[in-house]
């Protein structure tokens, strides 16, 4: 019966030491997780920029200005029509007349028009000293060309003027101001492929219109 007490004094011990070696790797195993935890955390946010080489960076020193050169011509205002420069030149002036079509009677278009030949254009230049008036028949396709009957200035040139005169069909005789028929057409000048010996000028188209249409 005396070896009771010390059989219970050793079991106790022995109890108390299972208990403080289980309570150490518990304390070990609580210090080991806030770093495992702290080590998730970091990951969770991975760098923004992925590790490499170091950026490249230009030279500091930005290229000087660029030399300054002044227009050597100073813009100006778009092309415009130009005359030939003022001194005497042969003046050729060239046209097309139509017949207008019933169809569109009245209104100021082509369509439908026929070339009319043998239709009568006149040439007039009011300049006070030396006033020019010449006329032109048109062919089968109903163009015209003529030269003036001396050579002008180009301040003369802006003083003349074409006019419709006749049409030699009875069914298509009437004259309209189309660009300018009867109330006369500014010459426009041509700029040629190639050199002419005369200073081309364009006028018209020109039309006449039937005098009866049958529907």
């Not at 029509?81 to 209104?107: E, T």
């Not at 089968?140 to 009957?149: E, Q, S, T």
């Not at 180009?154 to 298509?172: M, N």
Request: hydrophobic share 35%.
């Amino acid at each position: 019966m005396g070896y009771v007490p010390l059989i219970f004094k050793a079991f106790v011990a022995l109890q108390l030491s299972l208990l403080f070696m289980c309570s150490f790797a518990l304390a070990d195993e609580v210090s080991l997780e806030p770093e495992g935890v702290e080590t998730l955390r970091y990951w969770a946010h991975p760098p923004a920029h992925a590790p490499g080489h170091a950026p490249y960076h230009p030279p500091s020193h930005a290229p000087g200005p660029a030399p300054s050169h002044p227009p050597s011509h100073v813009p100006g205002h778009g092309p415009r029509h130009h005359y030939p420069r003022r001194s005497l030149v042969v003046v050729a002036v060239q046209g097309v007349v139509f017949c207008k079509s019933c169809k569109y009677l009245g209104i100021d278009t082509l369509l439908g028009a026929s070339p009319l030949n043998g239709s009568v254009v006149r040439l007039e230049c009011n300049n006070r000293r030396h006033p020019v008036s010449k006329e032109a028949t048109t062919d089968k396709n109903g163009y015209f060309f003529m030269l003036a009957p001396k050579k002008m200035t180009t301040y003369e040139v802006r003083k003349c003027k074409v006019f419709l005169v006749s049409s030699p069909l009875e069914s298509c005789k009437k004259p309209t101001d189309l660009h300018g028929g009867t109330s006369g057409a500014m010459l426009m000048p041509e700029e040629p492929r190639f050199p002419l010996p005369f200073a081309l000028f364009t006028v018209g188209p020109f039309a006449f219109a039937p005098t009866k249409c049958y529907h």
